[in-house]
């Protein structure tokens, strides 16, 4: 039952808006670029801001929560690295792979994954890593994609170009001092937010479109395994170390082994860091995801909430 219901409720209404996506690109031979620059200038920092003025800053767990989802990252950040350095690959393709990894799709799949399985509190939950995780992405991510065609010097400004890590700044501040937003500004600012996850998700299937169908299996299985499968046994040996525990341990690892982000899908087009390939990881890992999300999310509800 449990795997039916994130089968039709959560996977299926993604694939089916990505597919929406490939349509358009194979009829209409859409550009992904103006779209995806669409949600890094202006949906995603505003779907930021909206949530995190709006989120509990004082909730327990918080701190480790962080550091939970810094440390998951830094660690498939390594992994992909040292893959990259074994294989042999190219400044960008080393980029794009430990863009790949670290760059975890805790959003449009992550939100609605642990609201199923654990309610409004996964949902809480969820949305710290969700906000982390696209953080770093429009932070680190930026560095990693521009750092793979130009100058480690131009890759840092690059960051500071992200308008996510302004929005999350004033958000923070915002949050903390109960700064009043008037309503009219307010419910612009999260109209625009909610924009982000379904063009995202266009985007990726315009960007598929492009493929011809065509998947470079040797490259991309190799990442999808450690992605998938390496992924969420670094989680759980960490959530332990960590001492977490009940749901926010079970959210936490749920979290750490989502597919590969459409955000890097979008990162990679606009600096031009292997879009394709990154594309791929995208498509591969999420479909495997079908298998090892429903394994993940059955194993942590019988061992860790009961």
Same mark, same amino acid.
């Given at each position: 039952m449990?795997v039916? =219901?994130?089968?039709?409720? !959560?996977?299926?209404p993604?694939l089916?808006?990505?597919?929406? *996506?490939?349509?358009? #690109?194979?009829?209409?031979?859409?550009?992904?670029r103006?779209? &995806?620059?669409?949600v890094?200038?202006a949906f =995603?920092?505003?779907?930021a801001?909206?949530?995190?003025? %709006?989120?509990?800053?004082? &909730?327990?767990g918080?701190? #480790?929560a962080?550091l939970?989802?810094v440390?998951?990252?830094? *660690?498939?950040?390594?992994?992909?690295w040292? +893959?990259?350095?074994w294989?042999g690959?190219?400044? =960008?393709q080393?980029s794009? %792979?430990?863009l790949?990894?670290?760059?975890?799709?805790? *959003?449009?799949?992550?939100l609605?994954?642990?609201h199923?399985?654990f309610?409004?509190?996964?949902? #809480?939950? /969820?949305?710290?890593y969700?906000?982390l995780?696209?953080t770093l992405?429009? @932070?680190?991510?930026?560095?990693?994609? @521009?750092?793979?065609?130009?100058?480690p010097?131009?890759?840092?400004r690059?960051?500071?170009?992200a308008?996510?890590v302004y929005?999350t700044?004033?958000?923070?501040?915002?949050n903390w001092?109960?700064?009043?937003?008037?309503?009219?500004?307010?419910k612009?600012?999260d109209l625009?937010? #909610?924009a982000?996850?379904?063009?995202?998700?266009?985007?990726?299937? !315009?960007q598929l479109?492009r493929l011809?169908?065509q998947?470079?299996?040797r490259?991309v299985?190799?990442?999808?395994?450690v992605?998938m499968l390496? *992924?969420p046994?670094?989680a759980?040996?960490?959530?332990?170390?960590?001492?977490m525990?009940?749901? +926010?341990? /079970?959210?936490?690892?749920?979290q750490? &082994?989502?597919?590969?982000a459409?955000?890097?899908t979008?990162l990679?087009t606009e600096?031009?860091?292997?879009p394709e390939y990154?594309?791929?990881?995208?498509?591969v890992?999420?479909?495997a =995801?079908v298998?090892?999300l429903?394994?993940?999310?059955?194993?942590?509800k019988a061992?860790?909430?009961?």
């Amino acid at each position: 039952m449990l795997v039916l =219901s994130v089968l039709w409720n !959560i996977v299926l209404p993604v694939l089916l808006i990505v597919g929406l *996506g490939v349509v358009l #690109q194979r009829t209409l031979d859409l550009d992904p670029r103006p779209f &995806s620059r669409a949600v890094f200038y202006a949906f =995603s920092p505003a779907l930021a801001f909206a949530s995190l003025y %709006t989120m509990d800053l004082h &909730s327990n767990g918080l701190g #480790q929560a962080l550091l939970f989802g810094v440390l998951v990252a830094a *660690g498939m950040g390594v992994l992909g690295w040292l +893959w990259a350095r074994w294989g042999g690959f190219t400044r =960008s393709q080393t980029s794009a %792979t430990v863009l790949a990894l670290v760059n975890s799709n805790t *959003g449009n799949y992550g939100l609605p994954l642990n609201h199923f399985a654990f309610g409004e509190v996964g949902l #809480q939950i /969820a949305m710290i890593y969700y906000i982390l995780n696209a953080t770093l992405a429009n @932070s680190l991510g930026v560095y990693i994609a @521009s750092a793979g065609r130009t100058r480690p010097a131009h890759a840092i400004r690059s960051v500071l170009h992200a308008p996510l890590v302004y929005a999350t700044f004033l958000a923070l501040i915002a949050n903390w001092w109960e700064i009043p937003i008037p309503s009219p500004l307010y419910k612009a600012v999260d109209l625009t937010g #909610q924009a982000a996850i379904p063009v995202l998700l266009v985007v990726l299937g !315009i960007q598929l479109g492009r493929l011809n169908g065509q998947v470079h299996w040797r490259r991309v299985v190799p990442v999808t395994l450690v992605k998938m499968l390496v *992924g969420p046994m670094w989680a759980w040996v960490l959530s332990g170390w960590l001492g977490m525990e009940g749901v +926010w341990r /079970a959210v936490s690892i749920v979290q750490a &082994s989502v597919p590969t982000a459409v955000m890097s899908t979008v990162l990679a087009t606009e600096f031009d860091c292997e879009p394709e390939y990154v594309a791929e990881v995208v498509f591969v890992t999420t479909l495997a =995801s079908v298998v090892t999300l429903t394994g993940v999310v059955a194993l942590v509800k019988a061992l860790i909430t009961g």
